[in-house]
């Protein structure tokens, strides 16, 4: 980093961070000079399972209106990201929902996530890393969501397995019960240089027995424009314009039954597809990072790609004179089939070695279809709120299927070359709960406790004219697994409050597809990939100042990530594994948001996260005190926002943004000549949103341009040696081109 951007993000620091991701939120009063203190609304999350002010919260949690980012173009959980102080995103291929979430010093390290994804109680993510788990995730921002909650690190007490780096949950609105509400919005944009983006979405939640049973039905359609050429790898000639586009839709319907003032049923149905085109990596020249035939091309190949996530839950809600019961019922399925042509390639070879004549075989696609489908249940027993002691105690039970086909089959003849399939069954049960107990009524201690048992077995089966049939029963992965939380808060005054907190998560155990020396016939690599722990450690300070004019929330934090789960390599052929030792990670945060009761809010975050090996990992190519791939050491992000009466009845809104993420390594390095991957940092990328818009009565309408600048940068980049040769095989993933748009809302 630059001494300039340090001094800039210093100042930025010292002014003010959230617009939509503050602690705390205050009602408008044009009338007002200065915040009053019974116009502080205090924002409540349920991110301890329990509703709580954010401010008393023992954790750092950020709440995101998403409202907020979508009027200014800013559609996808990858910008929510970029605003939020701690939290990282791999955008892998550029693509909505395709790459990985990570927070505070963690990456994506082997193939089961890091992160946990919920809509409310239900858990989205893939405990399997043979579901692509760790590249996949639910964006479910252009849902009927009321609030985004994104916590940071271990979660696993309260949410199991794969909140290793922290849980984002997608809390939707429950259906109205009295009066009906609902909007539409169509939101029109234009890539510099690219396509035309096209969103509609809208919702209308209405009581079909006042008082009794409210529905809320949702949807919407998101044609996202591509802005990479696809080009002729021969003459270098484009062959399709705008090849990265996508095309994306998804409705639910929510349905909320009231049978009493103490009992609740709710059911809700959700189904989100994408089709998408080419991914919008860049083939470059070199390790230069020059570009290999222009500015935002690419020579890949055409194919099919489509992905989809079918959810459906039920849960009742029971309210004892002492606690409340919830249980919730889920099953969650998604799909990923995706298809290259690779005819050029290997059409000849299949003809040769089915015996065909040559020109036999007119397509050879490359297939992957990966598919999950999970089901889940907990039973949760929440105490009352009180002054005295507080407890959660839960059960919860998760099995899941998964697979994994590959295959190469040249028609019309249905030449087999090749299908590999790795089908794997996850089972899970578990018994959770936490204590809280008041010392006095500014000072208590929270202690947690989750015990689970964890079981993956996998098969691993091959056919076809290039490999050897097959079909095998790897040896199962079981875990007995204990993950622990202890909090401590103190609250000085009614302004302040300080807390520590130790929580421990994990990933659970997986089957592993072996690894065996072709001459020694030693086996390389573990039959078993054992469960990874992740110990974080946290001391915190939420407050504000002058009834609100000023509020802040920092904390700084350590973490100890032992035996992490990672690919490791033999003879350049890669695999899972776990690290020999594990990896050491610390740094603080703080957001700070300035609200000057007059209209004008401003609110500035700034993240610090240095993460390194413990010891050498010759399998992971790493040195010992060697950066973790994919953490930048700096993020930081300002939003402001002035609101004010531009005439008698019409209001009107000017604000904008920057976002920065600091370079980071693409991969561990040591100069190892038969290493697979070669390391590339990543540019430094700082973006600038501006916006602007009116409201009168029903209707609002918005005006926005992101990436102002046009900064033209690479989000990521891989090098990956080409076998047989000296050369690389290079890419970069380009931030999006400037785009501008407008947006229209009608409310009802």
Do not use: C
């Not at 006042?210 to 003459?235: C, E, H, I, K």
């Not at 590999?420 to 202690?447: K, L, M, Q, R």
């Not at 875990?479 to 609250?491: E, F, M, N, V, W």
């Not at 309408?701 to 040769?725: E, K, M, V």
């Amino acid at each position: 980093m630059s001494e300039h951007m340090k001094k800039y993000l210093l100042v930025a620091a010292m002014s003010a961070v959230v617009l939509p991701l503050n602690s705390i939120a205050y009602a408008a009063d044009d009338s007002a000079q200065e915040p009053d203190a019974d116009n502080v609304e205090k924002i409540t999350v349920t991110s301890s399972r329990r509703i709580q002010s954010i401010q008393d919260v023992p954790a750092s949690v950020i709440a995101v209106d998403p409202e907020s980012f979508l009027s200014t173009g800013l559609s996808s959980m990858a910008d929510i990201i970029d605003y939020s102080a701690g939290f990282n995103i791999d955008r892998a291929n550029g693509q909505r929902g395709r790459g990985s979430i990570a927070a505070r010093g963690v990456s994506q390290q082997g193939s089961t996530a890091v992160t946990a994804i919920y809509i409310d109680d239900v858990p989205m993510t893939s405990n399997s890393g043979f579901a692509n788990g760790g590249s996949l995730f639910f964006d479910g921002l252009l849902g009927d969501v009321e609030r985004v909650e994104l916590i940071k690190g271990p979660q696993g007490t309260l949410f199991g397995a794969t909140a290793i780096s922290g849980a984002i949950r997608y809390i939707s609105r429950e259906p109205a019960l009295f009066e009906s509400r609902g909007s539409i919005t169509a939101d029109i944009s234009k890539v510099n240089e690219g396509g035309i983006n096209k969103q509609y979405r809208g919702f209308y939640s209405f009581p079909l027995i006042n008082d009794t049973l409210g529905l809320t039905l949702s949807g919407f359609s998101s044609d996202d424009a591509g802005y990479v050429d696809q080009v002729d790898p021969a003459s270098g000639e484009v062959i399709l314009k705008d090849a990265n586009e996508s095309d994306n839709y998804g409705y639910s319907a929510d349905l909320f039954f009231e049978a009493s003032t103490d009992l609740s049923f709710r059911l809700k149905g959700l189904k989100q597809k994408s089709s998408f085109g080419l991914g919008s990596a860049v083939r470059l020249a070199s390790l230069d990072k020059d570009v290999a035939y222009g500015k935002l091309t690419t020579d890949d190949a055409f194919g099919s790609d489509k992905m989809a996530t079918d959810m459906l839950s039920a849960s009742m809600t029971y309210e004892l004179s002492g606690a409340t019961l919830d249980l919730t019922s889920s099953k969650v399925e998604y799909e990923n089939n995706r298809s290259l042509d690779y005819t050029a390639i290997y059409g000849a070879f299949l003809d040769m070695l089915s015996g065909n004549p040559p020109g036999s075989t007119t397509s050879a696609p490359v297939t992957i279809d990966v598919e999950s489908e999970k089901t889940t249940h907990e039973l949760r027993l929440t105490s009352k709120n009180n002054d005295k002691l507080e407890w959660i105690a839960g059960l919860y039970a998760a099995d899941e299927s998964t697979n994994n086909q590959q295959s190469l089959i040249g028609q019309p003849l249905n030449i087999i070359g090749l299908i590999a399939a790795f089908p794997s069954e996850y089972e899970e049960y578990a018994a959770f709960g936490n204590v809280t107990y008041y010392v006095n009524p500014d000072f208590d201690i929270t202690a947690g406790m989750r015990f689970a048992k964890t079981e993956l077995a996998l098969r691993f089966v091959q056919d076809g004219l290039l490999l050897e049939t097959s079909d095998e029963e790897l040896e199962t992965a079981k875990g007995d697994i204990k993950t622990y939380l202890l909090t401590a808060r103190y609250r000085p005054n009614k302004d302040l409050s300080l807390y520590s907190r130790i929580a421990s998560g994990y990933r659970p155990a997986a089957s592993n597809l072996t690894l065996i020396d072709p001459v020694t016939g030693v086996l390389l690599s573990q039959k078993t990939v054992d469960q990874d722990d992740l110990w974080s450690y946290e001391v915190g300070a939420k407050g504000d100042i002058d009834n609100g004019w000023f509020s802040y929330d920092t904390s700084v934090w350590y973490l100890a990530w032992d035996d992490f789960q990672s690919a490791v390599y033999f003879n350049g052929l890669g695999t899972e594994g776990n690290a020999k030792d594990g990896i050491t990670a610390y740094g603080f945060e703080g957001t700070f948001t300035l609200n000057s009761g007059n209209g004008f809010s401003l609110t500035t975050s700034i993240a610090y996260a240095r993460s390194t090996l413990n010891e050498d990992e010759p399998q992971l190519f790493g040195l010992a005190g060697a950066d973790l791939a994919r953490v930048p050491n700096w993020r930081a992000s300002s939003i402001g926002r002035y609101d004010f009466e531009l005439s008698n009845g019409t209001e009107a809104w000017i604000g904008g943004g920057f976002r920065y993420t600091g370079s980071s390594p693409s991969s561990f390095v040591n100069g190892d000549p038969a290493n697979p991957a070669v390391n590339l940092d990543s540019d430094a990328v700082l973006l600038v949103d501006l916006n602007a818009g009116l409201a009168w009565e029903s209707i609002n309408i918005g005006f926005y341009i992101n990436n102002l600048l046009n900064n033209d940068d690479y989000n990521s980049y891989t090098a990956a040696a080409i076998p047989g040769t000296t050369t690389f095989d290079v890419t970069g993933i380009p931030l999006q081109p400037r785009t501008a748009g407008v947006n229209l809302t009608y409310s009802f």
